[in-house]
């Protein structure tokens, strides 16, 4: 069983959840694609147990959301500095 924490408001919460989420907020930057993956999947994990309640339910979807967005904007910042090999052997960005 995860370790809990109380948070501001007095609610218990994940602590192995509540690092990730911290982690991801102080480093938005320098977060890995990967890393990012591994705290949405630890979001959902906990989103996914009984006993979760409704208000750390919206505060684990914000913080869910906010993740997507910086992986989408990171995948974004990758896909522009692909470049394509055209048929002439030059380099073109994608």
């Known amino acids: ?3 809990k924490i109380t948070d501001e408001l007095g609610r218990e919460t994940d602590k192995e959840v509540q690092e990730k ?6 480093a938005e930057d320098q977060v890995p ?9 630890s979001i959902i994990s906990r989103m996914e147990t009984e006993d979760v ?3 750390e339910s919206f505060r ?10 910086m992986c989408n904007e990171t995948i974004d910042t990758v896909e522009k500095k692909v470049l394509v ?3 002439n052997g030059e380099t073109h960005e994608f």
């Open 33 to 41: 694609l990967e890393e990012m993956f591994g705290q949405m999947e």
């Open 85 to 87: 090999l055209d048929e």
């Open 21 to 26: 989420v911290g982690a991801a907020a102080t």
């Open 60 to 69: 684990l979807y914000s913080e869910g959301m906010r993740l997507l967005k």
């Open 53 to 55: 309640s409704l208000e």
């Open 1 to 3: 069983m995860a370790s």
